[in-house]
């Protein structure tokens, strides 16, 4: 029987052996996985099409299967990705501040480990390997427990680094798989607050609303958007045709993509049509609400009115809310009322305005003049995207090593005593 | 009737207009604040006088009527701690990190205030001016919830602050008390997630684990200190029966104060009689294991066998653990098994030890040759002290300004859309 408390105890007990560990050590440590991965392609192929087998059986969309299917290709990614984090700098062991306080005492804030992750994640088994990678970079141990689809892919990838981590000597519960589809145990992960120091959900507003209302553990919240662009009146709109179309089409699955668009009423006779005839062409249905819905009437596009929660609605898929705004007031009003705080940006020439919606809006990126689609790890140049967060505390936006690590004060006296 | 999802309706959207004012827009309301304490004593002195009639009616002990009664003098340095407030440094708007991203995008991460604080805490009146100085400092609103024994004059002080935002123009809804005692209410507040952004418990290990176990808001725990001081082998002892008397009588109430005594072999004959000595004046009960316990046999001290818990006890009183360990690894191992990871300190002469014991533990503050009370906001040097945090997410030890922001992702283009 999967003892979930034992997992624990053991994940904590392994993460002080991390956190001591060298940048080089926790790199060799990471090539022997990729090296591991190679060499059992055979071994995580085959137990993946038994994944794919039963997903047939039960039934699911050819879409949902590509998504846990593994290839060849996929599995040697697995691998380069591995030898990619690698290469990326260890944020352990630096220091945030250092200073000398007026007694002598030498006071600094040294980055360390957070010490046990826990994760839980759906669909795709490369997450296995990718938060594995990113945790041990880090110095910190975790417990994942991937979607039931992939058990077995994600049990057989645990074990093939737990075969690196013993080859390297260190202990193997520095990363443990849950090996049980068993949803009591999700629960009993969720209440685990004596080892686990952190949880990230990583999926649907059901798996992140369970999170916060059931967690005793810290939880990162995020990955839900619902993103807004507001074309002012000043806005350059060939320009905004491309930001709107790049925002909306490029990946309309994603957290980041357009969700809304707000427009300016001196310009919306003008824009509302240019953005339709362009959206059109890549199947874009518009909900829109009544002004702009006048506006689209005689218009060649897939327009309907906007229901009573389309205003609230993460699309992930190709449909895109239109409002007509009366001015920049209204449009932060309306993000105010309706942003998942992700990812907002303002299309406009006036500084004014541009600087009133930057200091307005806090959502957790907030953009003057550029596509949304750019709240990413990988584009703001963090080299690796653990998660997006959209909560207040601890971080916010794309998270990437850093965010996976605390810190702890260090003092150095030499015989003080307080006053 | 209390109407707490209205209060927090009514906060948020006050946290809007704090979180664009400038730092001297906020220090007026602070001065503001100041002045209608100073203005008001009599009526914040009847209140309170109120709240002690009642304490001692329920026959509520000297010492605890003592930490709610309010004097004129004490009143006046309310006023004075809000002015001290305003002089400190503003956080928000600072830049945490800039770039240029290779495409032209600039990117800044801007500290923002985090937007709704709730903040339970117990007894003493003077937290609602604390609460209230330290979050208007930092744009932030707030929702305070006081101890039951000082209602009368947190709502009196609640009052003042209220008035002082209504002379500066800005909405009272935000700095709010809660004004009824009961407790549903406190339940009722750890789900207001959608409203309160951070809640900070300041109380004991009981009111902690309550907000751990209900809250859906991300809470700041801490304030729990079981603190230690190892002895090695090569410390100075004289400076190490200082620094242990230091860090044990100076101040034994608080959490940074020593609870936890860990002395080396090769001392300990020596060490253990002489710090005896001398907490024997400050009237110090020792709870020794065996080892210890043979050495102090013959010695003029309050001693006593340790009991099963004793370890794991924070003290805030005058009682010491004492414990012989085998060596530095045993010292360690202790501190991971007892530690609340608040404040822990090595005494030692040895280069290594040291080094070791600062990369070992990771409590939130880890000190070399100092006494463990310099744990604080003040002697850290922050200028205040929201809390001290023992988690690992967001903020690790004392809390000052800065750990009641959070930031946003600024992103500036040039109609830049995503390859």
New interface residues.
Partial sequence: MTNLTLMGKNAKSAS?VL??LSSAEKNAVLHLIADEIESQVDFVLAENAKDIDDGKDAGLSQAVLDRLLLTEKRVQALADDTRSVAILVDPVGSLIDA?V?PNG?R?SKRR?P??VLGVIYEARPNVTIDIAALSLKTGNAAILRGGKETLRSNLALGEIIQSALKKADLPTSAIQVIDTPDRALVKELLRL?KYV??LIPRGGAGLHRLC??ES?I??ITGGMGICHIFVDESA?LA?AV??V???KV?RPSVCNALDTLLVHPAVAAEFIPQVAARLVQSKVELRAEPQALSILENIDADVNPAGENDFDTEWLSLILGVKVVDDLDEAIAHI?AHSTEHSDSILTNNLENANRF???V??????????T???DGG???LGAEVAVST????A???MGLEELT?????????????E
Avoid: C
Avoid at 362 to 371: D, G, K, L, Q
């Fill in positions: 002080r956190a001591t200073k306080l005492l006071l360390i957070i010490g607050d120091d952190m916060i209302e005793t810290p939880v350059d320009r491309d930001i179309e790049n925002a490029q105010h930057v200091n307005e806090n959502s957790s990126a907030v953009y003057v003049n550029a596509s689609r750019f709240t584009q703001f140049g909560q207040k505390l601890h916010r936006g794309p605390t810190y702890k004060w260090v003092v150095i006296g030499d015989g003080h005593v307080r």
